[in-house]
């Protein structure tokens, strides 16, 4: 049997795991289903803190399996749903822990249903808060290489296991919350696609001088200070010369990487985002015309960026 290798994976970087899902929220058609190989595992222990978790030994599955240990009774988990989890990975097969994410409450958010987020994003669009779920999966699928690679599909062959026991602690909004506000004079032009990913225009007009903050949505949370590293979501466009010099220069809603937590200390982020975010509150929706991150955005007609930020939460300190 072999064992799975140490720091197979770190919370905020899963690519390499394959999608799955868990049952809960969700259709039939996006949710793996629970089976006698998640259903064989328990995990003792208070919700948060790092369970014990007891698996059979030797276990293999043919493909993912998703059972529900405990039942939460939070807001239900949808596809693009940041969420603060903690996890412990078990060798299905030896029955050793392999890693966990040390349950100290700090790890960063994972984005359901994103890219980065694979095979565990994936069981979270059907889960709620407050559930400890326990998520078994070949060995393989840490890798890509399964034959699992599609929610819900099964291998031909049993493969040794990987066992995911996974507390959901916290999940935020998908998009900014806020009340929409007026456009601003001389401002680029933002629109929302039914997720909440933002489309930026760029006008025919050259940028400001100066960095330039407006307010699009208005929320009610907490207010933010240098002391908060906040969640966001962001799409950020070069404003060149003229329309056809800009382009997207990046977007967490594209790029597979979902929601960022993004520390306000100085020098931590480039400054002109750093103000436009301080004194805001979390469920706004800001754009931001940047001169820094303009002039290192790649283009050489692009003097700034135009950033769109949603302000989806604050992490824990």
């Known amino acids: 049997m072999r064992a799975i290798p140490a720091l197979v994976v770190t919370i905020g970087l899963l690519a390499s795991l394959t999608a799955c899902a868990t049952p809960g929220a969700g259709t039939a058609g996006t949710c793996a289903p629970s089976g006698a190989a998640s259903e064989s ?4 222990g208070a919700f948060g803190s790092e369970p014990k978790v007891n698996v059979p030994a030797g276990l293999t599955v043919r493909g993912t399996q998703v059972s529900v240990l405990r039942q939460g009774d939070g807001r239900t988990i949808g596809d693009g749903t940041p969420v603060l989890l903690e996890y412990t ?7 050793a822990v392999a890693q966990t994410t040390g349950y100290t409450g700090s790890t960063a958010p994972l ?38 690679a599609d ?5 031909s062959k049993a493969e040794d296991s990987a066992v995911f026991v996974i507390d959901v602690k916290r999940a935020f909004d998908a998009r900014a919350s806020g009340t929409p506000q007026l456009a601003g004079d001389g401002m680029p032009a933002v629109v929302l696609a039914p997720n909440g990913a ?18 699009l949505r208005k929320g009610d949370g907490a207010t933010l200070t240098a002391k908060d ?8 466009v070069s404003w060149g010369s003229s329309t056809a010099d800009s382009a997207v220069v990046g977007s967490s809603w594209t790029d597979g990487s979902g929601a960022q937590p993004l520390p306000l200390a100085k020098g931590q982020i480039a400054e002109g985002i750093r103000k436009a975010l301080l004194g805001r509150h979390v469920g706004d929706q800001v754009l931001a015309i940047d001169h ?22 604050v992490m824990p300190r």
């Open 41 to 44: 595992v328990t995990a003792k």
């Open 198 to 215: 933002p489309g930026i225009t760029i006008p025919s007009w050259s940028a400001p001088k100066d960095d330039v903050q407006h307010l």
């Open 89 to 95: 990975l078990v060798d299905g097969a030896t029955g």
């Open 292 to 313: 820094e991150q303009g002039a290192a955005s790649g283009s050489a007609s692009a003097s700034a960026s135009a950033y769109v930020i949603d302000v989806l939460g």
């Open 111 to 148: 984005t359901a249903g994103s890219t980065n987020g694979g095979a565990l994003g994936k069981a979270l669009e059907c889960s709620r808060v407050g559930d400890r779920l326990a998520v078994v999966m070949p060995k393989s699928a840490l890798s890509g290489t399964a034959a699992t």
């Open 229 to 236: 590293t906040v969640i966001v979501k962001y799409t950020a």
């Open 151 to 155: 929610s819900g599909s099964t291998s």
